[in-house]
């Protein structure tokens, strides 16, 4: 239940970026890692409900996921960690858990903006 006020602050973020570029929300790309411990669907099925009525209303949202990888102790290859095991598939040595697939950010923000007419600066000489 913890992505409802996640959604909303998507929803807040890239809303923002709309007012202050005066366009509105067409397209947002998050990125959501398999262990930042955030549950993409669930942000998806929240999402057009927290984006009513907001300048996000419409918006496609596109989540890519990240699998956690290992870093092998011994020669140092990231890998993805098979079920109950932290082998390394290259050389067989242990691997350590690393930041990978704990991420969780906006990575853009796509605006439909209307072009503002040219300012008018009197009769032409």
Do not use: W
Not at 14 to 26: C, D, M, Y
């Amino acid at each position: 239940m913890h992505e409802y006020p996640v959604t909303v602050q998507i929803v807040d973020i890239a809303s923002e970026t709309a007012r202050k570029n005066k366009g509105l929300v067409r397209r947002i790309d998050l990125v959501v890692g398999e262990d930042s411990g955030f549950i993409g669907e669930s942000i998806q099925m929240y999402f057009d409900v927290v984006a009513e009525g907001t300048l996000c209303e419409g918006a496609k949202l596109v989540i890519e996921g990240v699998k956690p990888q290992l870093r092998c102790d011994s020669c140092g290859k990231l890998f993805e960690r098979k079920r109950f095991s932290f082998q390394c598939p290259f050389c067989g040595g242990d691997g350590s858990p690393t930041e990978i697939g704990k991420e969780f950010y906006v990575k853009s923000v796509e605006l439909e903006v209307e072009d503002e007419p040219a300012a008018d600066t009197g009769p032409a000489t």
